[in-house]
């Protein structure tokens, strides 16, 4: 049994607990989100929030590999949490930006889980593309002053700390602004995943601190980027792996005609294709998160498109067989199923869709640009 197999069981046995369908509906109906509880408990019992963090901030020193690890173990349990948006995103820009003082003055603190964050880099959850930011910072003295608005941003409403793309006379920059302060408005917007939580957000002459040079964002906002999509990727690695257990349960169980309805041809080919599917992009996401430890942008962005891509409908396939092998109770509020059909449609348009990345993978590989 390796390291990573000893992880996934202490988090799978951790979030059996914490995370049952009823904690999760529960959570999904309050305006946070998430319980500040258990927050505190993953970051500084379990160490989740610096595992993939240099020791020299707090953080245990391993890579995204093993954090893929805890993305696929939360994604499986629907985890209601600002994890993705602090870990998966933020944590990312800030170690991704090379920025050393803004790293010793934010991770210790992502860390500790003492304060969350999340990351905006078109304010839409579109793929990253600098030219798409709208986001304005103008000089105030020594400092900035943030202008504009973020449609959906992943738990804007809660954040402690919001780093945001945004243009200068430089260029595309990063900024760190405290989402108590001045001049920030942010709304709770009800998404189609109700287990994770969207806010509107405005920002009008907000104070905001640059991260690392001005106008030189573009290139490691990228890579924060494709790491976040590595991280999406894995968590719907673990979701597809739920909605397939429950399937194949399911049709252990359920009796019709006097035999279980797994014998039934149909009903086999389904589930082999479901396995068939998810086995096939676990790989791939296995693949970028191992990627991900390297300092090839190039392979990473490979990587972690064909990731997305996979992934994606990987997910949205198994969540819609499992509803169906559940016949007519999978389509009700009160059956988990559609739970993963809807956490399956959000997390396919985060960051790019499928046939987005399939376009990118062209370009990247041929340099060869499509036709959309």
Known sequence: ???????????????????????????????????????????????????????????????????????????????????????????????????DEAAERFIPRFVDGST??????????????????????DRDGAGHRIHGEAPLVIDGHTADVVLAAANTAAGVSLFAVDARSEGVKRTPLAGIDRTRKVAHMEFDNASARLIATDGGASDFLTRASDLGIVSLAAEQIGAAQRCLDMAVDYAKSRIQFGRPIGSFQAVKHRCADMLVRVEGARSAASHAATIADSADADDLATAASVAKMVCSEALLQAALDNMRIHGGIGFTWEHDAHLFVRRAKATQLIYGSPDYHAERLAVLVSGVKGSS
């Not at 996934?8 to 046995?13: E, I, N, Q, S, T």
């Not at 949490?81 to 170690?95: C, M, N």
């Not at 969350?116 to 910072?137: F, K």
Request: glycine share 10%; with cysteine; hydrophobic share 45%.
């Open 1 to 99: 049994m390796t390291e990573s197999d000893d992880l996934r069981g202490v988090l799978r046995d951790y979030l059996s607990e914490t995370s049952p369908s009823e904690t999760v509906r529960k959570l999904m109906l309050t305006e946070t989100g998430y319980d500040e509880a258990a927050w505190l408990q993953m970051a500084r019992e379990l160490g989740l929030h610096g595992i993939a963090v240099p020791e020299r901030w707090g953080g245990a020193g391993a890579g995204v590999a093993e954090l893929a690890v805890v993305f696929e173990e939360m994604g499986r349990a629907l985890l209601c949490s600002p994890f993705y948006a602090t870990v998966g995103l933020a944590t990312q820009a800030i170690l991704a930006s090379g920025d």
């Open 116 to 137: 969350t964050a999340t990351l905006i880099l078109n304010g839409r959850l579109d793929a990253w593309d600098p030219a798409t930011v709208t986001l304005r910072a």
